[in-house]
């Protein structure tokens, strides 16, 4: 039964296979017969012949197919974990007796060989390391619904992925030499950092490099049901593919990381439902032009040429107030200083205020930033302490009688050198009303891959009229209250601590002081401790 547990968490990761939100629930439906089939099976399994089963997943039997072509039209099934990393020589023809084969899942096996043939009825083919460089001419899977081939050989997808109706996500990560996205570029100078280069007043240098590429794109695809697209590092030099895929009405995340082009095509303001768009280390990128209307979340980190956000600038010109979600500038030096300058030509920077605060205005939304840093929490802070290595730190608000729900919330700020997972929550008249501590894997995945120079500072928007109000009953306390804002680090061996923390109270202008900084303190012998009645437990 232990291999069946296995076969379950594999199979449901695979219904939603890097992190891609689907937009309805068949495949997922698909994937759990499955796993009731093969349940069913082991429960009763005796020794029958390969041949006469369904779902292959003991790894003698998947050798045994994949080498000797012993399988069948019974099987739907297969999935390939070997007890230790080896390599499998595929036979020519492995798959031709299995035309009813509808899922393929590699776990950690290596392939060589050639294949003559796949079956058309696959629906989800998950094969990292995918072998073959061009799939078999008479491949025609009008059934796929979910392509998943990171760091394969392939070149060309053939004429049975020209128009695929079911697909809904995609993925060729690190698959450069994938024809129908890299194009033939010629020589261009494009700025990036290097450590000969002249400083900038962000604190970071500029520079230029040369690079050039010798594919060619070839012709057009069309996946109009695409959720989910993922081309990071196909060496893509121009993104106009983009238009030609028939998605723009239904892609929701889109992975165009570690690629070559200088920009984006305005275009990409048409994919009218993209929630998610990952531009991680496109070193060349310089302009990031006008965004979805529905876009919640950009990763532009590593960005080093980036000069300019429209929704930033737009903001900065009070031309749009609504932030993203969420955006990650690390790395991003050149962009900063761009903002900067414009904000002083407009004289929005006075009084020591760093280009943080700017984005304060949108204030009806809450959102996270993530800025390249300097190791420091802004001077403009109300309130801020250093770290001192593991503990628990403290802020107590009084809000005062003339507070007012609309257009008051709090800023959140830390600072450190690497990336670490942080803690929050927020408290008022102590009933916890927001909470990070369930978000912490979701927030602790973005900064996983910081070049070792990445320091950060982590600027986090909570509007008050937003917070979480059934521990009163949906109605909102009258004031005064007293509110807590807790943050947290968890620091173990091998973790840089934090180099500071802050807490802003930000407020209408010319209203008048409605919250006050009552006092801070670190508490180091206290611990976040989920409990059922969502209360701070000491020890």
């Known amino acids: ?8 968490t594999a199979l449901r990761d695979a219904a939603n296979l890097s992190g891609w939100t689907f937009l309805d629930g068949h495949e997922a439906n698909f994937i759990n017969k499955i796993v009731e089939e093969i349940s069913a099976q082991v429960s009763k399994r005796s020794y029958l012949n390969v041949a006469r089963r369904s779902r292959l997943w003991f790894h003698e039997d998947v050798y045994r197919v994949l080498t000797e072509n012993t399988g069948s039209n019974k099987v739907k099934g297969i999935r390939v974990e070997l007890l230790r990393e080896d390599e499998i020589c595929l036979s020519a023809k492995c798959f031709k007796k299995m035309k009813n084969l509808q899922l393929f899942i590699n776990i950690n096996a290596r392939f060589s060989g050639e294949v003559d043939y796949l079956p058309n009825q696959l629906r ?11 799939f078999p001419s008479d491949f025609n899977p009008q059934k796929l619904v979910e392509l998943n081939i990171p760091y394969s050989r392939i070149k060309r997808l053939g004429q049975g992925f020209k128009n695929l109706q079911n697909l809904k996500s995609l993925s060729f990560g690190s698959c ?20 000969n280069s002249k400083i900038s007043r962000y604190g970071k240098a500029i520079s230029s490099e040369r690079e050039s590429d010798d594919e060619h794109r070839q012709g057009n695809l069309a996946f109009p049901r695409l959720g989910g697209l993922d081309v ?36 990409i303001s048409k994919f009218i439902n993209l929630e998610e768009l990952k531009l991680i280390d496109c070193k060349r990128l310089q302009q990031v032009p006008k965004l979805p209307p529905n876009m919640k979340k ?61 984005f304060l205005s949108s204030q009806k939304s809450a959102f996270e930033v993530v800025f390249p840093g300097s ?25 005062l009688p003339n507070f007012k729900w609309e257009n008051t919330g709090l800023a959140l700020c830390v600072a450190a050198e690497e990336n670490v997972p942080w803690e929050f929550q927020i408290w008022i008249n102590e009933e916890q009303v927001k909470s990070n501590v ?14 070792p120079d990445s320091a950060w500072v982590w600027l986090f928007y909570i509007p008050f009229n937003l917070i979480d109000l059934r521990p009163f009953g949906y109605k909102r306390p009258l004031p005064p209250f007293q509110c807590r804002v807790i943050i947290y680090q968890w620091v173990y061996s091998g973790v840089v601590p ?26 180091t012998d206290y611990f976040l401790i989920p409990t059922n009645d969502s209360k701070l437990q000491k020890f």
């Open 1 to 8: 039964m232990d291999k069946v547990r296995t076969w379950r």
């Open 124 to 134: 989800f083919l998950d094969w990292p390391g995918f072998p073959l460089q061009s």
């Open 176 to 195: 450069p030499k994938l024809v129908p996205f890299s194009n033939k570029v010629e020589y261009t100078e494009v700025p990036t950092p290097t450590s």
């Open 232 to 267: 990071r590092g196909c060496n893509i030099w121009d993104c106009g593919f983009l238009m030609t895929l028939g998605c723009a009405s239904t892609l929701r995340v889109m992975d165009l990381s570690a690629n070559n082009f200088v920009t984006l095509p305005a275009c």
């Open 298 to 358: 950009l990763h532009v980190s590593g960005c080093v040429s980036l000069e300019r956000i429209s929704k930033l600038s737009n903001i900065l010109n009070r031309q749009e107030s609504q932030m993203l979600e969420w955006m990650d500038l690390t790395n991003c030096w050149r962009l900063c200083d761009n903002l900067v300058h414009e904000a002083e030509k407009k004289g929005l920077l006075v009084n020591d205020h760093h280009l943080f605060s700017l």
């Open 375 to 399: 190791h420091e929490i802004p001077k403009w802070f109300s309130s801020q302490m250093d770290f001192k290595g593991n503990g628990l730190f403290e802020f107590y608000i009084d809000v």
């Open 438 to 451: 369930d978000r912490i894997g979701h927030n602790y995945k973005y900064h996983r891959y910081r070049e």
């Open 498 to 523: 934090f180099k500071g923390c802050g807490v802003h109270l930000v407020m209408p202008p010319n209203e008048g002081l409605c919250m006050k900084l009552s006092h801070a303190q670190n508490l």
